[in-house]
Each structure stands twice: as structure tokens, then as C-alpha cells.
T-cell receptor
């Protein structure tokens, strides 16, 4: 079946550093991937849509200079949190669609100290 | 405004006690409605897709149904391992790939 992977699953970084999260579609190609953020006991909040070969589309209120997205191939999208601060600590989840059905990665827990 | 609302927010069931979770939606041009299961600290796991009113899908103890305004996730004789948060999401219109998520129902099944 369709599988979406993320790496790393957990990351702890110091305030001011940058962190890269990878999202891969393992057995299908995805021209579009999605990045979500989830706070404890809340639902998923769409941050941006990652488009292969073109610029990402960001949701209102999401800083594109802070959350850099690169969709370098049909199976890989990366999210880089630049100059991370404690308020960026969260659970980040990516998604890719196989035909009509969105599949989600296992998530990345980011903790900024 | 397009919106997805899930109820109840939390549900506690005794093992074997069947119940239903509700997902109400107001979107223009529904392309699909999706149910996911999410365990703590993990990404959502795909359960069902429903496309048109009257459609039903079944998997083990779960059955999803769809009307023009809402979807139900029926859980028959639940077991403790069914404990999770169940998320509903809709794919809206034909001009966007964005999912609109409900806030989820946290289900706890006690032995």
C-alpha cells in the first residue's frame, strides 16, 4: 500500500538553529505534497502546499521565510524551519495524495530548547 | 465558509458498546470525505474515502456512511485497541487540493 515516510521522527535543537525535515512518498510519485502542523489535542493545520518543480504555496499567516519548502523530486519534499524558536516546537506532518486519497507520514516531533 | 465539525469531542465506551461518531460539513462541491485514525504521537492512518451521498464503506468493526450534510463512523462492539482520535476531512471543490479537517473525536474504549 501507499506509504509516506518522514525523517527524522524526533529532533531537538537549540534556539536559533535550523532544522530540516524530509518527507518521502515510498512507492508512488507525488507532484503535490502538503505540510501540516499539529498542537497537542488539536487537529491538523495546513501550513503549505509543496509543488514539484515550482514554489510552494503557503497558507495565510505562515511565514515562508521561516518555513522553507523544497520539492526537489516527485518523491521528496523537505521542510526547513529556519532560526527555530521555542514557539516552533510542534508536531509536523506531511501528506501526499495517491490518486484522490491523501496519505500521511508518521510525523516529526520538533522540540526547540 | 467551508467548515467541518465533529462530535462528540470525546467519547468513552465500554468494550462491546457500539456507538457512532458524527462529522458534519458545509463545503461547496464536495470531492471526497475521508476518515482517519490517529494514535498519540503518530500521523493519521487512512481508513475510508466516501464520495457521494448514500455511499457506505466497511472495515472490521468500523463502518462509514455519507449523506449530503454529514458522515457517520459507526463502531460495532469496540475493543480497547480501537481507542484513538478519529479525524474527518473533506476535499473541497475542483480548484484546490486542500483538505479541511474537523477537530476530531477522542475515543476511549475500556475493558
Amino acid at each position: 500500500g501507499a506509504v509516506v515516510s518522514q525523517h527524522p521522527s524526533r529532533v531537538i535543537c537549540k534556539s536559533g538553529t535550523s532544522v530540516k525535515i524530509e518527507c518521502r512518498s515510498l512507492d508512488f510519485q507525488a507532484t503535490t505534497m502538503f505540510w501540516y502542523r499539529q498542537f497537542p489535542k488539536q487537529s491538523l493545520m495546513l501550513m503549505a502546499t509543496s509543488n514539484e518543480g515550482s514554489k510552494a504555496t503557503y497558507e495565510q499567516g505562515v511565514e515562508k521565510d521561516k518555513f522553507l519548502i523544497n520539492h526537489a523530486s516527485l518523491t521528496l519534499s523537505t521542510l526547513t524551519v529556519t532560526s527555530a524558536h521555542p514557539e516552533d516546537s510542534s508536531f509536523y506532518i506531511c501528506s501526499a495524495r495517491l490518486v484522490a486519497e491523501p496519505y500521511f507520514g508518521p510525523g516529526t516531533r520538533l522540540t526547540v530548547t | 465558509e467551508d467548515q467541518v465539525t465533529q462530535s462528540p469531542e470525546a467519547l468513552r465506551l465500554q468494550e462491546g458498546e457500539s456507538s457512532s461518531l458524527n462529522c458534519s460539513y458545509t463545503v461547496s462541491g464536495l470531492r471526497g470525505l475521508f476518515w482517519y485514525r490517529q494514535d498519540p504521537g503518530k500521523g493519521p492512518e487512512f481508513l475510508f474515502t466516501l464520495y457521494s451521498a448514500g455511499e457506505e464503506k466497511e472495515k472490521e468493526r468500523l463502518k462509514a456512511t455519507l449523506t449530503k450534510k454529514e458522515s457517520f463512523l459507526h463502531i460495532t462492539a469496540p475493543k480497547p485497541e480501537d481507542s484513538a482520535t478519529y479525524l474527518c476531512a473533506v476535499l473541497q471543490s475542483y480548484n484546490t487540493d486542500k483538505l479541511i479537517f474537523g477537530t476530531g473525536t477522542r475515543l476511549q474504549v475500556f475493558p
